[in-house]
Nanobody, 125 residues
Framework: QVQLVESGGGLVQAGGSLRLSCAAS????????VGWFRQALGKEREFIAA????????RYGDSVKGRFTISRDNAKNTVYLQIDTLAPEDTARYYCAADSRFGRVTSVPPRAEYWGQGTQVTVSS
């Protein structure tokens, strides 16, 4: 079992930045790929980014390239999502997910085994 807890969300003005954290406990987190997703009210869940466990390779969703950066610190069992130049359309609940297979995190729809409860990001104009 892997438990995931997201944090770092909140209310921020447009143009600001946030760093979201996905903290894991349980099994060896360093052997899991992790992805970030978001879901705005009334919209479908959207893939943002994913990072592998072995070579730290990354993949980003087409709609978020350039402003989002995913990284991980296995010593802290944490994956981060840096979001810069926030805009009102970034308002959503952000979730992290983990799976031993990178492809299961990046598949459409995602088939990751473990999910967190999410953290809310609200961007005011």
């Amino acid at each position: 079992q892997v438990q995931l807890v997201e944090s770092g969300g909140g209310l921020v003005q447009a143009g600001g930045s946030l760093r979201l954290s996905c903290a894991a406990s349980g099994r060896t987190f360093s052997r899991y790929a992790v992805g970030w997703f978001r879901q705005a009210l009334g919209k479908e869940r959207e893939f943002i980014a994913a990072i592998s466990w072995d070579d730290y390779s990354t993949r980003y969703g087409d709609s978020v390239k350039g402003r989002f950066t995913i990284s991980r610190d296995n010593a802290k069992n944490t994956v981060y999502l840096q979001i810069d130049t926030l805009a009102p359309e970034d308002t959503a609940r952000y979730y992290c997910a983990a799976d031993s297979r990178f492809g299961r995190v990046t598949s459409v729809p995602p088939r990751a085994e473990y999910w967190g409860q999410g953290t809310q990001v609200t961007v005011s104009s």
